[in-house]
């Protein structure tokens, strides 16, 4: 089954609100700091890795005209 365009558009709107999400969590956790120090690598890797998912995304979007 080929991704439509639409297909496409949805899953960008969903990892969108995910790299939000985890941006909010990482900014969240910075603002408690020294409270909760040792979980910032955690949170960063899971923000890095929402933001590199939703890149890939807008790239197969932006390839699909």
């Given at each position: 089954m080929a991704v439509t365009t639409d297909d496409l558009k949805a899953l960008v709107k969903k990892l969108n609100a995910q790299a939000t999400q985890a941006k909010m969590d990482l900014h969240d956790l910075s603002e408690e700091l020294p409270i909760g120090w040792e979980h910032?690598?955690?949170?960063?890797?899971?923000?890095?890795?929402?933001?590199a998912r939703l890149a890939e995304a807008r790239a197969r979007l932006a390839a699909a005209g």
């Open positions: 910032i690598p955690e949170q960063a890797q899971k923000t890095f890795e929402a933001y």
